[in-house]
């Protein structure tokens, strides 16, 4: 029989990791609901002793995720948090981690305010500028922690070139993958030694289930991943894991979709008098643009965009639309629209947001994969409400 994983990404992400059921012949992967396992003999088990340790539903999907990232080894988290503390949970006091200075907020406090108390040292530097984050390696640097397209202006890095500086530094590169998907970007492919994810996002897909994930191709990387995964214990249940298998399955007719979606918005968004910069590595203009063509697959679901107005307003638009909801978030098949200086993004200092590029009147979209007409027309209508 082929091996599944030969095949290509959408019959992969159906079949990958997910054999009928051997006792009864169930097509889906059966939700275990189940904390321990009967032994034949002392310590002779069947290939689960307890849940924490292993279940078979959560198996399913880490073999799944693994032959999705094109990786040898997947191993899943109860949430995305729970997956990059596992990265962390690698370092020991005294070593220096580099990460871009837009990383996600949650990255960033778990960094500055869990690990720094660990004496960990980090360095935020422009990623998308290589010999920025080569000029900030030091002799203790064990970790770049790479997350493109970024969020909420949705710069690219160049995940090879930061990949040969961490090998040259003797340090691990990993890449949060959650903007871009497997779909449309394999980080291992282009030289990074682990991939994290948050499974809450597109993975899932439909908004119902909090979940993460590390992939890697390195054997001691991943027994070492696996202790902290059964030390530390954020693993997911096996209901969380049967969601998100649900959700993979479909993830590359939602990616196309998402990113129709999105590259429409986007250019229509651009033409507009109401809208003063739109972030989107898909358009021209943008600054990493041939690098996004070379990169990935195609540009993604999210869209930022910068009105001419002020904080009231901007609030007023993302208050005003009616198919897209005001919410955090992003990845799941409805359309989701928030304002960074008020919400995903208000914890940082307005000085450092406004020097970051963060202006009151940028407005961040997970564009869904409703209709687009439907969209547009409700964008400009909670244009015309918002902005007089
Ligand atoms: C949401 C998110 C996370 C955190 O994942 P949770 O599942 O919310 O814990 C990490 N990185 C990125 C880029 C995210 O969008």
């Given at each position: 029989m082929t091996d599944s994983d030969d095949f290509r990404f959408e019959t992969r992400s159906i079949h990958?990791?997910?054999?009928?059921?051997?006792?009864?012949?169930?097509l889906m992967t059966p939700i275990?609901?189940?904390?321990t396992y009967v032994q034949?003999?002392?310590?002779?088990?069947?290939?689960?002793?307890?849940s924490r340790t292993g279940n078979p539903t959560r198996t399913d999907l880490e073999d799944n995720l693994a032959s999705l990232e094109g990786g040898e080894y997947g191993r899943a988290f109860s949430s995305g948090m729970g997956a990059i503390n596992t990265v962390l949970n690698l370092l020991s006091s005294g070593d220096h981690v580099i990460a871009s200075e837009d990383v996600y907020g949650g990255t960033h406090r778990i960094f500055t305010q869990v690990y720094a108390d660990y004496d960990v040292e980090f360095s935020f530097v422009d990623m998308t500028d290589p010999d920025e984050v080569a000029d900030a390696?030091?002799?203790?640097?064990e970790l770049l922690w790479v997350e493109t397209p970024?969020?909420?202006?949705l710069n690219v890095v160049d995940i090879a070139a930061m990949a040969d500086i961490a090998a040259d530094a003797d340090a691990l590169c990993a890449v949060d993958n959650t903007f871009a998907t497997p779909y449309l970007q394999r980080p291992l492919e282009l030289g990074a030694d682990i991939v994290s994810h948050s499974l809450t996002k597109y993975l899932g897909g439909h908004s119902d289930v909090v979940g993460g994930a590390l992939i890697t191709d390195d054997a001691e990387l991943d027994e070492q991943i696996g202790f902290y995964q059964n030390s530390v214990g954020a693993t997911p249940g096996p209901h969380d894991c049967f969601l998100v298998l649900r959700g993979t399955k479909t993830l590359g007719v939602r990616m196309d979709r998402h990113c129709d979606n999105a590259r429409d918005i986007a250019h229509w968004l651009d033409d507009?008098?109401?809208?003063?910069t739109v972030y989107y590595p898909?358009?021209?203009?943008?600054?990493n643009h041939e690098l996004a063509a070379e990169q990935m697959n195609d540009f993604g679901g999210m869209v930022s965009f910068e009105l001419d107005a002020s904080l009231e307003e901007a609030a007023d638009v993302v208050s005003e639309t009616e198919v897209f909801t005001?919410?955090?978030?992003l990845g799941g098949v409805e359309s989701l629209i928030e304002q960074p200086a008020t919400m995903?993004?208000?914890?940082?200092p307005k000085e450092e947001r406004l020097a970051a590029g963060?202006?009151?009147g940028l407005i961040r979209a997970s564009i869904g994969i409703e209709h687009v007409d439907d969209l547009k027309a409700d964008l400009q209508q909670a244009f015309d409400a918002a902005l007089k």
């Amino acid at each position: 029989m082929t091996d599944s994983d030969d095949f290509r990404f959408e019959t992969r992400s159906i079949h990958s990791g997910q054999e009928p059921d051997e006792k009864t012949g169930a097509l889906m992967t059966p939700i275990y609901a189940n904390s321990t396992y009967v032994q034949d003999g002392p310590g002779d088990h069947r290939g689960y002793e307890y849940s924490r340790t292993g279940n078979p539903t959560r198996t399913d999907l880490e073999d799944n995720l693994a032959s999705l990232e094109g990786g040898e080894y997947g191993r899943a988290f109860s949430s995305g948090m729970g997956a990059i503390n596992t990265v962390l949970n690698l370092l020991s006091s005294g070593d220096h981690v580099i990460a871009s200075e837009d990383v996600y907020g949650g990255t960033h406090r778990i960094f500055t305010q869990v690990y720094a108390d660990y004496d960990v040292e980090f360095s935020f530097v422009d990623m998308t500028d290589p010999d920025e984050v080569a000029d900030a390696v030091r002799e203790n640097t064990e970790l770049l922690w790479v997350e493109t397209p970024t969020n909420p202006l949705l710069n690219v890095v160049d995940i090879a070139a930061m990949a040969d500086i961490a090998a040259d530094a003797d340090a691990l590169c990993a890449v949060d993958n959650t903007f871009a998907t497997p779909y449309l970007q394999r980080p291992l492919e282009l030289g990074a030694d682990i991939v994290s994810h948050s499974l809450t996002k597109y993975l899932g897909g439909h908004s119902d289930v909090v979940g993460g994930a590390l992939i890697t191709d390195d054997a001691e990387l991943d027994e070492q991943i696996g202790f902290y995964q059964n030390s530390v214990g954020a693993t997911p249940g096996p209901h969380d894991c049967f969601l998100v298998l649900r959700g993979t399955k479909t993830l590359g007719v939602r990616m196309d979709r998402h990113c129709d979606n999105a590259r429409d918005i986007a250019h229509w968004l651009d033409d507009h008098d109401a809208v003063d910069t739109v972030y989107y590595p898909g358009l021209e203009s943008h600054p990493n643009h041939e690098l996004a063509a070379e990169q990935m697959n195609d540009f993604g679901g999210m869209v930022s965009f910068e009105l001419d107005a002020s904080l009231e307003e901007a609030a007023d638009v993302v208050s005003e639309t009616e198919v897209f909801t005001l919410a955090e978030s992003l990845g799941g098949v409805e359309s989701l629209i928030e304002q960074p200086a008020t919400m995903t993004h208000a914890a940082i200092p307005k000085e450092e947001r406004l020097a970051a590029g963060l202006t009151d009147g940028l407005i961040r979209a997970s564009i869904g994969i409703e209709h687009v007409d439907d969209l547009k027309a409700d964008l400009q209508q909670a244009f015309d409400a918002a902005l007089k």
